[in-house]
């Protein structure tokens, strides 16, 4: 009865969704598995499987002369949402939690994976503490900001209100007194931030943050048949069209990163207008 799973309680649901992630990415769970990354015993470990298996009992089938649990073919997860990045940090070189740290050739990866990062500069924890600290608490803060159209570093006001991630980089959305206008700061070209726990309210409502458009995205009239068909599947496109919803603010780095190429040098997408 002590072993008994209670799968209200937030350890043993994460013990019970990391068993449907294992069957799911690996295709076998051990009683192993559970005891060296969770430190319970056999017995709790053969408790949380059987306690999964009546959540799921289509999940898997024991194996008793290889002394585990096999995954089935027509396994479907019930707890978690499947996410190849997450299997790819868990189980090909990323910690406990499934958070995805990196490797090189010499790691536990052992070459089955490679990620191509960008060459991005981060903002440091105290600049990014802090504006955080002004987009949640509302506060007007100045910044020392290097200007890439001046390329000079200036201080100036600002009243955040929103925060942006453009795919590569984070900005902070914003209210500059200097241009009274509303703009986007990359948080790595914030070298500087004062302490501030002054209030501020908005001028004026940010309308390029708050309306939303529709991007609808084809494939270029240039592909071939083939291409074009590949390009569909690719994205996922019903009827030849895939429609992404967007921040009008966030409009242009999403055109961005849509400027996608084929191998051969033709686009692969063109909007429509």
Known sequence: MGNKTN??????AERLRFIETC?????????????????????????????????????FVYN???KRYEATAEMQC????PRLDEAVARFLGGDSRGVWTGWDEESEGGGRVSVLRMPVRE?????????FLAVIN????????????????????????????????WHVRAWCEKNADFRDFTLSRIAEVEWSREEAEQPMVDQ??????????????????????AVE????????????????AMEGYLRDRLGLAMADGKPALRLLE
């Open 7 to 12: 799968d209200r309680t937030w350890a043993a």
């Open 23 to 59: 069957a799911w990415w690996k295709g076998v769970v051990q009683r192993q598995d559970l005891g060296d990354l969770f430190g319970i015993s056999m017995a709790q470990a053969s408790s949380d499987l059987q306690r999964y298996l009546e959540l799921n009992l289509a999940a």
């Open 64 to 66: 008793l002369r290889q």
């Open 78 to 81: 019930v707890l978690t949402k």
């Open 123 to 131: 903002a440091g924890a105290v600049v990014e503490r802090r504006v």
């Open 138 to 169: 509302r506060l007007r803060i100045r910044v020392r900001y290097a200007s890439v159209n001046s390329g000079k570093e200036e201080w100036r006001w600002l009243r955040p209100h929103a925060l942006g991630h453009n795919g590569a980089r």
């Open 208 to 229: 390029a943050w708050q309306e939303w458009v529709t991007l609808k995205v084809r494939p270029h009239h240039d592909l071939s048949e083939d291409q074009r068909k």
């Open 233 to 248: 599947r690719d994205y996922a496109m019903r009827n030849g069209v895939l429609k992404l919803k967007v921040r009008k």
